[in-house]
């Protein structure tokens, strides 16, 4: 019934997701702040640094939403991925892989390197789920 209360906008389900949800932002946003120095600004260096400030700050928020009402945390351990979460994780990564692979060879190098790098990198966590579901005997 607590769970319920729980606003939309959350960006995970205990304090301790949410500061390792902030990790990523963290480290995207002093990446784009030494490029922004270095390179000078851009449109393209601006937008993702306003982009990943976004998301930084959605992360500590969650954070102090669940330092203010901590009775909303989830409690207990976290629910177990099914096989068909995985295979759709595996799906929408390989697209991506895909797509990126699409762009090189047509010659979009630079948009096609970072496509391919972020399909490599969304499947990274999936892999890994399906070999531990293999190992447990797995979830329908």
């Given at each position: 019934?607590?769970?319920?209360?729980?606003?939309?906008?959350?960006?995970?389900?205990?304090?301790?997701?949410?500061?390792?949800?902030?990790?990523?932002?963290?480290?995207?946003?002093?990446?784009?702040?030494?490029?922004?120095?270095?390179?000078?600004?851009?449109?393209?260096?601006?937008?993702?640094?306003?982009?990943?400030?976004l998301m930084l700050l959605?992360?500590?928020?969650?954070?102090?939403?669940?330092?203010?009402?901590?009775?909303?945390?989830?409690?207990?351990?976290?629910?177990?991925?099914?096989?068909?979460?995985?295979?759709?994780?595996?799906?929408?990564?390989?697209?991506?892989?895909?797509?990126?692979?699409?762009?090189?060879?047509?010659?979009?190098?630079?948009?096609?390197?970072?496509?391919?790098?972020?399909?490599?990198?969304?499947?990274?966590?999936?892999?890994?789920?399906?070999?531990?579901?293999?190992?447990?005997g797995g979830r329908?």
């Amino acid at each position: 019934m607590e769970l319920a209360r729980r606003p939309r906008w959350v960006a995970a389900e205990t304090t301790k997701d949410a500061w390792r949800t902030a990790l990523a932002p963290s480290f995207l946003l002093i990446s784009a702040i030494i490029q922004l120095s270095s390179r000078g600004p851009s449109a393209w260096t601006i937008g993702f640094l306003i982009l990943v400030a976004l998301m930084l700050l959605h992360a500590l928020a969650t954070v102090m939403f669940f330092h203010r009402h901590p009775e909303l945390q989830r409690t207990g351990p976290p629910p177990t991925p099914t096989r068909r979460s995985v295979a759709l994780w595996l799906a929408l990564a390989g697209a991506v892989f895909v797509a990126g692979v699409v762009l090189l060879a047509i010659g979009v190098v630079k948009v096609g390197a970072v496509v391919l790098i972020v399909g490599v990198a969304l499947s990274a966590p999936a892999v890994v789920t399906a070999f531990r579901l293999v190992d447990a005997g797995g979830r329908r």
